[in-house]
């Protein structure tokens, strides 16, 4: 089954053909977080949506090759370093930790490759170097780099900008800027008091790059000149994307991405996000508040199709943990049918039709939501036919496979699968010490790990975890 997505440049569902030749690769970049802070749950959202995409790509027999940066030098991440008086690598790998362990808690795959934007500083000079020579860039009266608009007349597709009223020679030094602020935009940022030890060696002066560039020397060196989408959330279209355009298709000519793949923003309680508001929560205080990073998944995968917004309440919450124990019970009798029902070769027809149920719900840009409806369908023919006694091992067999399939999609995995990453943490701590035969360590650990509700056991295998 073809897999059709919303391309956000032509604003229509497109099937999606790959460039590999072969039809099987799917270069997929995503705009990573910004190191500077925890990652609060509208970003997030984002996330669990390309994971959803991520992983639907590969339930349909793509290879994806996925790159995700870290921003870990920007305008926020100076900010911060010299807010807490660190140097700024030290500050950055802190919440590039917090991301990671933030992700893991909603079972996000992470992408194949998650480079720090730093460790390519030279590859971001060689493209600035590139488009200067084409005349897309000029060195600035101020010592910095610009990258100029004018040069580029597609500039604006994306957002479908006017360019008409545009101030010529304007020129915005920041990395972030609304659409009234469009002019030319900073490739490199001259050095200046403010940016403390921050800054590298160029042809033009110390500096660093700016935030755009970053995206579009990573997204070339370790997936070529043209992918297949880019994603991101709908929030960075402009100046973010509208840039990364420009810099890439200036410097190579082609057509930088096939696919635009946006989702939309999270509300909360039917309002923006804001810090001034107190709504701005992260992943963090979702789980203080007793919810889990599998119920705050199933939250933002169900609550609405990606490219719609979002709208987060706590009742959502308690709607997720309902639906996710409607799911677990269910999965708790079929597992048991699977081994305690007579067998025989009669085929369930609810399994047969709910596989192409979900290819079809899938294959149409994602639609989660139809792809929920016939699970909760499923459950309620099978939960029939097991009060009525008549579900064979055969059968529950076929239905357990087809929720295997489902769930490879939607990542909720088993009720125990999902260990939060805290305790991972401890249990990975606990493996190294028993390594070291600090046994006093190892069972101190097993205590701090049974107070967060879970068990640990010894196997031949190693640890064994179960929730206590
Ligand atoms: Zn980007």
């Known amino acids: 089954m073809a897999l059709e997505l919303y391309n956000?440049?032509?604003?229509?569902?497109?099937?999606?053909?790959?460039?590999?030749p072969a039809g099987k690769r799917v270069?997929?970049?995503?705009?990573?977080?910004?190191?500077?802070?925890?990652?609060?749950?509208?970003?997030?959202?984002?996330?669990?949506?390309?994971?959803?995409?991520?992983?639907?790509?590969?339930?349909?027999?793509?290879?994806?090759?996925?790159?995700?940066?870290?921003?870990?030098?920007?305008?926020?991440?100076i900010r911060g370093s010299r807010e807490k008086n660190l140097p700024l690598k030290e500050f950055t790998s802190i919440y590039r930790q917090a991301f990671l362990e933030d992700a893991k808690t909603l079972n996000i795959e992470m992408a194949e490759r998650t480079p720090n934007a730093t460790d390519y500083i030279p590859e971001?000079?060689?493209?600035?170097?590139?488009?200067?020579?084409?005349?897309?860039?000029?060195?600035?009266?101020?010592?910095?780099?610009?990258?100029?608009?004018?040069?580029?007349?597609?500039?604006?597709c994306l957002c479908?900008?006017?360019?008409?009223?545009?101030?010529?020679?304007?020129?915005?030094?920041?990395?972030?800027?609304?659409?009234?602020?469009?002019?030319?935009?900073?490739?490199?940022?001259?050095?200046?008091?403010?940016?403390?030890?921050?800054?590298?060696?160029?042809?033009?002066g110390k500096g660093r790059p700016g935030w755009h560039i970053e995206c579009s020397a990573l997204s070339m060196k370790h997936l070529g000149e043209q992918i297949d989408i880019h994603g991101g959330g709908t929030d960075l279209r402009f100046p973010h994307h509208e840039n990364e355009i420009a810099q890439s298709e200036a410097a190579t000519g082609l057509t930088f991405v096939k696919h635009w793949f946006h989702v939309e923003h999270l509300?909360?309680?039917?309002?923006?996000?804001?810090?001034?508001?107190?709504n701005m929560y992260t992943v963090r205080d979702v789980l203080a508040k007793g919810y889990t990073g599998r119920e705050l998944r199933y939250a933002l995968l169900s609550g609405a199709a990606y490219a719609k917004n979002l709208n987060f309440t706590w009742q959502g919450m308690d709607d997720a943990k309902t639906a996710l124990t409607r799911i677990d019970e269910w999965r708790k009798r079929i597992k048991a049918a699977v081994t305690d029902g007579v067998s025989n070769a009669d085929s369930f027809a609810a399994a047969v039709a709910f596989r192409e149920q979900i290819d079809r719900a899938f294959s149409h840009d994602l639609n989660i939501?139809?792809?929920?409806?016939?699970?909760?369908?499923?459950?309620?023919?099978?939960?029939?036919?097991?009060?009525?006694?008549?579900?064979?091992?055969?059968?529950?067999?076929?239905?357990?496979?087809?929720?295997?399939?489902?769930?490879?999609?939607?990542?909720?995995?088993?009720?125990?699968?999902?260990?939060?990453?805290?305790?991972?943490?401890?249990?990975?701590?606990?493996?190294?010490v028993r390594k070291a035969k600090d046994f006093a360590k190892s069972d101190e650990l097993r205590k701090a790990i049974e107070t967060l509700g879970w068990k640990v056991k010894d196997t031949a295998k190693g640890q064994e975890l179960s929730p206590s």
């Open 267 to 278: 509300l909360v309680d039917g309002q923006k996000m804001s810090k001034s508001q107190g």
């Open 369 to 432: 939501n139809d792809a929920l409806g016939h699970l909760f369908q499923l459950i309620r023919e099978t939960n029939k036919t097991l009060d009525a006694g008549q579900l064979t091992a055969a059968q529950a067999s076929e239905v357990e496979a087809a929720w295997i399939a489902l769930d490879s999609v939607l990542g909720l995995g088993d009720a125990t699968v999902i260990i939060p990453a805290e305790v991972q943490a401890l249990l990975d701590q606990r493996a190294a």
């Open 160 to 204: 479908h900008l006017d360019m008409a009223n545009l101030i010529s020679g304007a020129r915005v030094n920041q990395d972030e800027y609304e659409k009234e602020g469009v002019g030319d935009f900073v490739l490199w940022k001259k050095w200046v008091a403010a940016d403390g030890d921050v800054g590298w060696d160029s042809p033009w």
């Open 27 to 77: 270069s997929l970049y995503v705009c990573g977080p910004t190191i500077y802070n925890y990652g609060h749950i509208g970003n997030f959202r984002t996330y669990v949506a390309v994971d959803l995409l991520r992983r639907a790509l590969k339930h349909f027999g793509y290879q994806v090759d996925h790159v995700m940066q870290f921003t870990d030098v920007d305008d926020k991440t």
């Open 124 to 156: 971001m000079v060689a493209l600035i170097g590139k488009l200067i020579e084409k005349k897309s860039a000029y060195v600035s009266d101020d010592g910095s780099v610009y990258f100029r608009i004018a040069s580029f007349p597609k500039y604006g």
């Open 8 to 20: 956000s440049m032509s604003r229509a569902v497109e099937p999606l053909v790959p460039l590999d």
